[in-house]
């Protein structure tokens, strides 16, 4: 017994070493796993688009009460650009309707007239029924131009049926 001293038995060493070796892939894979809170996303019952680099396009969508009635857009337009951006955003399958917001450098136009710092947006006809996404083009001089598909809805969820209010005024 005397020449082992020190000697430790074969399989703890083993254990010990494929414990550390999943304790380590483990804390590997966790550092590079993708932080899911960090990935754009639209936190509400609205579109979101992106163009290039400086335009935003966040929570877009369409309030009315009946296909062909008025309708209210909101959402918000973030221009990370340096000079006033036009934005142009164009509704339906025909296109036929189409408004511009001018949005300031390195600000956000909020599309919603209960904001006090909102702006009213009212088309004079619903392009599709309450319930249904309609194509959207929302397009700058300098971004280009992207379609994605808007959601219309009518004053059943809070709180757009008091928005809707908001069409008149």
């Not at 808007?150 to 008149?168: A, F, K, N, R």
Request: proline residues 9%; contains cysteine.
């Amino acid at each position: 017994m005397a020449g082992r001293t020190g000697y430790r038995h074969p399989r703890r060493w083993t254990r010990a070493l494929a414990a550390l070796s999943i304790g380590a892939a483990a804390a590997v894979a966790t550092a590079c796993a993708p932080i899911t809170t960090q990935k754009p996303y639209a936190p509400s019952d609205g579109s979101r688009a992106v163009l290039g680099d400086e335009i935003r396009v966040e929570n877009l969508l369409i309030l009315t009460e009946a296909e062909g009635e008025p309708a209210l857009v909101v959402g918000a337009i973030t221009n990370h650009g340096d000079d006033v951006a036009p934005v142009t955003l164009t509704f339906g399958e025909d296109q036929a309707t189409s408004t511009t917001v001018q949005v300031p450098p390195s600000d956000t136009v909020l599309l919603n007239p209960a904001n006090p710092d909102g702006q009213s947006l009212v088309l004079d006809e619903t392009p599709d029924r309450p319930g249904s996404s309609v194509p959207v083009t929302i397009s700058t001089p300098s971004s280009g131009s992207t379609t994605v598909r808007v959601t219309v809805l009518d004053g059943t969820l809070d709180p757009y049926g008091d928005w809707l209010e908001l069409i008149d005024s």
